[in-house]
T-cell receptor
Framework: GAVVSQHPSRVICKSGTSVKIECRSL??????MFWYRQFPKQSLMLMAT?????????EQGVEKDKFLINHASLTLSTLTVTSAHPEDSSFYIC????????????FGPGTRLLVL | GQQLNQSPQSMFIQEGEDVSMNCTSS?????WLWYKQDPGEGPVLLIA?????ELTSNGRLTAQFGITRKDSFLNISASIPSDVGIYFC??????????????FGTGTRLTIIP
């Protein structure tokens, strides 16, 4: 299989604090991971592409200084929402590609962030 | 950016009915994927299609990669309660070749009426 986990599954924080979300590929090495954001009743919107050992590539309109991405190993990528505000409340989902040939993205279970 | 139009937006059916939904694009895709998302969960891959005309089944689910490479459909036969959820088509546009960004459809919400 191709299992991707995320931690935490949900987090509530105060406005102004930073939150770190982890994405792990449990049974495969992922050279590329992706971070998506999904608002209620909407589709997934790609935020950034995370490549192991290099800087993440951000989509237009996504602030790289606010959403810090680190892909330090082939099985772990982290997304840090810095100085979170209520409008950052959303469902954050990561995905990973297994190997360099396969295109299929395997998704994590998501992290629900609520900023008060 | 690239958009995939999915229809219908929502479906209300009775248990046992067959379901059909489709996804269209204005440009060519070289891969089509169908995912199901349950509330509060990440999408789970149902079927992957890699060639134009390809017809692939996964249990009660059948999906096809359109000949024009601009559309795909998903059929669910004899629906059961656990089929409830949101179904997303997704794909890799040919124009993004070498760039692994996945484009998602707008989703079809399936509800089963008791």
């Amino acid at each position: 299989g191709a299992v991707v986990s995320q931690h935490p599954s949900r987090v509530i924080c105060k406005s102004g604090t930073s939150v770190k979300i982890e994405c792990r590929s449990l049974d495969f090495q992922a050279t590329t991971m992706f971070w998506y954001r999904q608002f209620p009743k909407q589709s997934l919107m790609l935020m950034a592409t995370s490549n192991e050992g290099s800087k993440a590539t951000y989509e237009q309109g996504v602030e790289k200084d606010k959403f810090l991405i680190n892909h330090a190993s082939l099985t772990l990528s982290t997304l840090t929402v810095t100085s979170a505000h209520p409008e950052d409340s959303s469902f954050y989902i990561c995905s990973a590609i297994r190997g360099s040939v396969e295109e299929t993205q395997y998704f994590g279970p998501g992290t629900r962030l609520l900023v008060l | 950016g690239q958009q995939l139009n999915q229809s219908p937006q929502s479906m209300f059916i009775q248990e046992g009915e067959d379901v059909s939904m489709n996804c269209t694009s204005s440009s060519i895709f070289n891969t089509w994927l169908w995912y199901k998302q349950d509330p509060g969960e990440g999408p789970v891959l149902l079927i992957a299609l890699y060639k134009a005309g390809e017809l692939t089944s996964n249990g009660r689910l059948t999906a096809q990669f359109g000949i024009t490479r601009k559309d795909s459909f998903l059929n669910i036969s004899a629906s059961i309660p656990s089929d409830v959820g949101i179904y997303f088509c997704a794909g890799y546009p040919l124009s993004n070749f070498g760039n692994e960004k996945l484009t998602f459809g707008t989703g079809t919400r399936l509800t089963i009426i008791p």
